[in-house]
């Protein structure tokens, strides 16, 4: 698949999961190194004020580049491309406890709000590959566009959302039944794909047109299309604000989503690529590939904050902060 190289591996990336609503927690960073084989977690502070810093590393072969924590925060789930597999992490124990056998290009992963099952893009089948992590000898396919990239799954888990990099498409498939249902027409290259909390719209990073598409789920519409920066990666969603990840301008775009008007465009580290969210709001993290590094952006003042290092090529492909699942 080409990862090693860094402009290859490049056109290989994420989605964003949706930033949700609640107090403040304990959160972590799940964050793929792919080139240094590993998951570096990061503690992101929590309630204690304290500024980001790198606690463990685990170990994970093959490249790994998707990530996808549960719900509950207990899993994350990581893709390997060149290892073509799926590897299930326990969060609290910081350690690989499966590692299920992939085939094709193993990408994008999401995971269902139950828990399960957790989809994964499959950027050579046009398809998603449907996995229960508790019974992996059973698994089966969903129908995709061309190199299937970022995923998305509705709050409800009814319906899985694919951007089909190589066809300017969004894939809707119904999640009960497997089927391709829709196929929204978005800009060019959709990589990365987030759902606002509420489920009802999706935004898609277009990395060759330099645009954010904004979908009406229900209509299966595109509804609005904000010009950002150049590469356009990935989005995480706080408030009223959307923040882009810009690959090639080592910078954040920021804008309203009521409005689609830019609010900011924010200096992170070389080669931004994931992006997320915290549960509260406050904080947006960012993880810089080249620098090797996640920035931590303060959504009021939209300002950098903190960064710290976590390893060689960052990639953090999609919703990689877990919560604490302690109550």
């Known amino acids: 698949m080409g990862l ?18 609640g107090a403040a927690g304990a959160e972590e960073a799940f964050v793929t190194n792919q080139p240094a084989n590993e998951v570096a977690v990061v503690d992101l502070g929590g309630t204690d004020g304290a500024p980001p810093r790198l606690v463990a590393r685990i170990a994970v ?22 290892g073509k597999a799926l590897s299930v992490i326990d969060t609290a124990a910081r350690k690989v406890i499966a590692r299920i056998p992939l085939t094709g290009g193993p990408l994008g992963v999401a995971v269902a709000p139950s828990g399960s099952p ?27 566009g061309a190199s299937p990239s970022g995923l998305a799954v509705t709050p409800d888990g009814a319906v899985v959302l694919s951007a089909d990099r190589d066809d300017d498409t969004v894939s809707v498939i119904d999640a009960a039944r497997l089927e391709r249902v829709a196929v929204i027409p978005v800009g060019k290259r959709p990589f990365g794909i987030t759902l606002s909390a509420d489920g009802k ?48 301008a080592g910078t954040v775009s920021v804008f309203d989503v009521d409005t689609l008007e830019p609010r900011a465009l924010i200096p992170v580290g070389e080669y931004p690529e994931g992006i997320a969210a915290s549960a509260d709001g406050r904080h947006v993290h960012v993880a810089n590939w080249f620098d090797n590094t996640l920035s931590t952006i303060d ?16 990639r953090a492909f999609g919703a990689f902060i877990r919560r604490d699942p302690t109550p």
């Open 118 to 144: 957790v989809y994964v893009a499959d950027w050579y089948g046009a398809r998603l590959l449907v996995v229960d992590p508790d019974a992996p000898d059973a698994i089966r396919t969903a129908p995709a």
């Open 299 to 314: 959504a009021r003042t939209l300002k950098v904050v903190a960064t710290v290092t976590v390893g060689e090529g960052p």
């Open 61 to 82: 072969p093959g490249q790994p580049a998707g990530v996808a924590v549960s719900a509950d925060g207990r899993r994350a789930f990581v893709t390997s491309p060149e």
């Open 4 to 21: 090693k190289a860094r402009g290859a591996a490049a056109a290989l990336a994420l989605l964003v999961g949706a930033a949700s609503g």
């Open 201 to 248: 719209r999706a935004y898609t990073a277009n990395v060759g047109s330099d645009d954010v598409s904004i979908i009406d789920i229900a209509a299966r519409a595109v509804v609005g299309t904000v010009k950002v920066g150049s590469r356009p990666y990935a989005v995480a969603l706080t408030g009223r604000l959307a923040f882009v990840t810009n690959q090639y």
